[in-house]
């Protein structure tokens, strides 16, 4: 099978349903002839044309004010937000217009628009365009959350989100965007709200999301040297949450570590704990542990990044106490 990029992937299945459905059209700042921040977009203003790729004023409530107005007469508008550190100043919109409008109509208004933004660490640009903003999205009843890992997941997700009747929050990983992976050329589709095992085990389930499922299989690696048998296991969306291979996982390891980027408090990995705990209790041998950054802002040191960053190290450590 062919590898592409992470970004590569993004932009066939742009393109892909593009071309399948007239009502889908893209909207952000300098995603038209300039391709994006991140060159998401590249070239599709060139063959799609100005209808349906828009260059839009550098104002995030601008883009997702007009992408819920679109989306409820009946178009799907996909809006790139350049950075998912700036979803506060389109907060309002996500969160008591789109979330809210399928319930408050008694369902007759859907609201089928897809917003776009990058998200994390490592690249030193600072406090303001460095986090992982997942959590501040979870406690939206009404919107689906989606942090795609791979290129086939980043492709395959974004087709099913752009497909899909209500609105959906796509955070992308800065530092996946240059990353390889397999992507089949042929039609394909990965559903919303369905975990992946991206590598099987049986003493310690680890739990990750985003760029964080790629340090997970690398300590796995690691870790099976020492012959423990990590099972890695990323939920790819966060709403809804696949609460049933997670617990699958746990039953048959009895052990559970979650890893996320975002800082500890009020993290995805919270969450994911109650489930397991509520849900799993009577399996586990130790109690559910979790990997997040310290409740600080991202600093714009390099250094200071680097420990602000978890990574392999501490999954490893972490894992071994786990199992000692």
């Avoid at 009747?165 to 530092?175: A, C, I, M, Q, Y």
Wanted: glycine share 8%.
């Amino acid at each position: 099978m062919r590898e592409i990029t992470y970004r590569e992937a993004l932009r066939e299945a742009l393109r892909e349903e593009m071309n399948r459905d007239s009502r889908v059209f893209l909207l952000g700042e300098d995603i038209a002839c300039y391709g994006g921040a991140f060159k998401v977009t590249q070239g599709l203003f060139e063959e799609f044309g100005e209808d349906r790729v828009k260059d839009t004023p550098l104002s995030e409530s601008v883009i997702a004010g007009a992408s819920v107005g679109a989306a409820m007469v009946g178009v799907r508008p996909v809006a790139e937000i350049m950075f998912a550190d700036f979803l506060p100043l389109v907060m309002d919109h996500i969160a008591n217009s789109a979330a809210k409008m399928c319930y408050m109509s008694a369902g007759e208004i859907s609201v089928p628009m897809v917003v776009r933004a990058a998200q994390g660490a490592g690249t030193s640009s600072g406090a303001h365009h460095c986090q992982s903003v997942e959590g501040w999205l979870m406690n939206i009843p009404g919107i689906k959350l989606v942090l795609p890992s791979t290129p086939y997941d980043a492709k395959g997700l974004l087709k099913s989100a752009i497909r899909d009747n209500n609105p959906v929050v796509f955070l992308e990983h800065k530092l996946l965007y240059a990353t390889k992976g397999p992507v089949p050329e042929e039609e394909y589709l990965v559903p919303l709200g369905k975990a992946d095992i991206k590598r099987q085990g049986s003493d310690i389930t680890i739990i990750a999301t985003s760029q964080m499922v790629l340090k997970a299989q690398r300590a796995a690696e690691e870790l099976a040297k020492d012959g423990i048998s990590a099972e890695v296991v990323d939920p790819r969306t966060l709403l809804p949450l696949d609460k049933d291979t997670i617990l699958r996982s746990v039953r048959k390891t009895k052990r559970v570590l979650i890893v996320h980027e975002a800082c500890l408090t009020g993290g995805a990995g919270a969450e994911i704990a109650a489930v397991i705990a509520l849900e799993a209790f009577d399996y586990l041998d130790a109690p559910v542990t979790r990997i997040g950054a310290p409740d600080i802002p991202v600093p714009f040191s390099p250094t200071m990044e680097k420990f602000f960053i978890q990574g392999e190290e501490q999954i490893i450590k972490s894992a071994k106490a786990l199992l000692a």
